[in-house]
């Protein structure tokens, strides 16, 4: 990489050459303490190495390399429903946008070389239905769309096949044969254990374990080697009460007062796993565990279940450049701080694409109901992925 950057940075003016060369001379003696070896991109700017970059400061660019798989293709993976090339939607300006971070070098994706890095690897995607948006995009994103069907179906391995009356199973999982690659998906929408509290009764609450990790993660976590978190949108009273789910800590149910208010059980939740997973790394430091930080919702009345709408088209109508240093989600930044789980942070930077959701267009929608939490694909949560892939 280095060696590509200095021989196209060769080719450059002269008089513009000199002034780099000088200014990166001063900059290599006045941090002789602490060498640090330095970049210089295509603009001439300084790029920072990969472990010291924010990639969520930045800003959105047009590109027209993008999108960089086909809404039409990827039948294999990718639900018609998120397809937004599938709807009637007909403006999809949305999809020719690139994320710059400022002053960090952001790789182009390229699935075969993912693959490669991923050789004999598994990757692993746990979260809520955001996180299946992200999975349907790498799986999209790592063939280009294109079929492949060599591809081989794992998923009775991990478990993962369609439940007695269930529409579809808990996750999916594909490995790739040529690099002997597994890139898999499982649902836990709170990454919390969850229990039937009375096994014989269909209609027995469920536990919600806010302090053990869900039994897949336990069950295979020594055989994943990256592992991408999320959670998020299920922690409101209305989804728990929906999934019959009662929230326990220490095997027994929530009793105290400022436990029981779902924001405090969520943060709570959220640490336990992040130190659970840390202790993971201890055990086998080649695990890499990233936290994604929340996908943002654009309801304009902010109410999931009362409708709302995110019909704005226009891109970047406020503004398209993250600048602030903290993470937009505090709770998933403090989870992490003094673990070695990284933080996929994408919070402020998908905030401002409001215009980039499933909108009014979702299929399954047509009755009024817009979508303004799921996004189009492909699209935003191709970006996620790309900051995933500068990071691996
Ligand atoms: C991806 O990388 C391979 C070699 O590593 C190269 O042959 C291929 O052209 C690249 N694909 C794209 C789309 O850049
Ligand atoms: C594939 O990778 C796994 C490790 O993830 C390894 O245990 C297995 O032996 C590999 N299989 C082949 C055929 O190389
Ligand atoms: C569990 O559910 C069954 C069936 O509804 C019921 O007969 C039994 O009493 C329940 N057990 C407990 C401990 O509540």
């Not at 000199?18 to 003696?29: E, G, P």
Request: with cysteine.
């Amino acid at each position: 990489m280095k060696g590509v950057r200095w021989s196209r940075f060769r080719g450059r003016q002269y008089s513009y050459t000199l002034a780099v060369l000088v200014i990166t001379t001063v900059l290599l003696w006045s941090w002789e303490e602490n060498p640090v070896i330095t970049i210089v991109s295509d603009e001439g700017q300084f790029l920072k190495p990969p472990s010291e970059c924010n990639y969520a400061k930045g800003r959105w660019i047009a590109d027209n390399r993008r999108p960089l798989y086909s809404g039409t293709k990827c039948k294999q993976w990718l639900s018609d429903m998120w397809s937004c090339r599938l709807t009637l939607r007909k403006d999809f300006s949305y999809e020719a946008y690139r994320w710059q971070p400022e002053a960090c070098d952001m790789p182009e994706f390229n699935g075969s070389q993912f693959l490669r890095r991923m050789q004999d690897k598994t990757v692993a995607l746990v979260g809520d239905s955001l996180n299946r948006q992200q999975y349907q995009s790498l799986m999209c994103m790592i063939t280009g769309g294109e079929d492949r069907p060599e591809v081989e179906n794992v998923g009775r391995k991990y478990g993962l096949v369609v439940p007695r009356g269930a529409v579809r199973p808990d996750g999916w999982a594909y490995r790739f044969p040529d690099t002997n690659t597994t890139v898999l998906y499982y649902w836990s929408a709170s990454l919390c254990d969850l229990e039937p509290v009375n096994m014989t009764d269909p209609a027995t609450e469920i536990a919600m374990h806010l302090d053990r990790a869900p039994a897949f993660l336990s069950r295979y976590i020594d055989q994943i080697d990256v592992l991408v978190l999320n959670t998020g949108h299920h922690w409101n009273r209305g989804k728990l009460n929906a999934n019959r789910w009662v929230m326990y800590v220490g095997g027994k149910p929530v009793k105290d007062r400022m436990l029981v208010q779902i924001g405090n059980a969520k943060s709570f939740a959220v640490h336990s796993i992040a130190r659970w997973v840390d202790s993971q790394i201890t055990l086998r430091p080649q695990l890499k565990a990233f936290f994604r930080t929340i996908s943002p919702r654009h309801f304009y009345n902010g109410d999931w279940n009362t409708g709302g709408s995110c019909d704005n088209t226009m891109p970047m109508l406020h503004g398209s450049e993250v600048d602030q240093d903290e993470s937009s989600d505090s709770v998933i930044e403090s989870a992490v701080k003094s673990t070695r789980v990284k933080i996929l942070d994408i919070t402020a930077l998908s905030q401002l694409r409001d215009e980039a959701h499933m909108s009014r267009y979702s299929l399954k929608t047509s009755d009024g109901v817009h979508d303004c939490l799921h996004w189009c694909l492909p699209g935003i949560p191709d970006v996620w992925n790309e900051i995933l892939y500068a990071q691996l």
